[in-house]
């Protein structure tokens, strides 16, 4: 048996959109902009991966709801690299495409701060439930101002 588990935490560069599968399955996908950072001074410099982020059924739901343009993120799940042609330059490209199985709204760019994570559970208003503790995928948590407010 083999197994893979990416972690990534980044920027969400567009609102996440549902779409429904005939059965009624949901589907949402939304890019994440992953930057590093290297050098200082004139030396600096940033290089930035795009990552398509996909989750499905009720996670899916929950993403399209909450899941905003410039909101800071952390997403699990499985990658999937293909090859294509940029349309407008005529190079051969790399997609990266991030099979989610969990995600955890970091904060947005306006609040700059907070935390709070969707693992599955919901509150019985259909709000994703901010946990103060691990989480279910076994990086840890990651550090947050107050993990009791939901950060939305």
Not at 61 to 76: D, H, M, P, W
């Amino acid at each position: 048996m083999t197994y893979q588990l990416i972690t990534i935490v980044g920027n969400v560069g567009r609102d996440a959109e549902i779409k429904y599968l005939r059965d009624g399955v949901a589907v949402t996908d939304f890019s994440v902009a992953v930057s590093k950072v290297t050098g200082r001074g004139d030396q600096r410099k940033e290089k930035t991966t795009w990552f398509k982020v996909t989750l499905w059924r009720e996670r899916a739901e929950t993403a399209a709801q909450f899941v905003k343009k410039g909101t800071r993120i952390l997403v699990t799940g499985e990658i999937d690299a293909s090859a294509f042609i940029d349309k407008k330059t005529g190079e051969a490209r790399a997609s990266l495409d991030l099979t989610a199985s969990d995600f955890r709204l970091l904060s947005s760019r306006s609040e700059g701060q907070g935390g709070g994570d969707y693992a599955g559970e919901e509150t019985g208003n259909g709000m994703p439930q901010s946990r103060g503790g691990g989480s279910n995928y076994g990086g840890g948590r990651a550090p947050a101002d107050d993990a009791d407010e939901i950060p939305f």
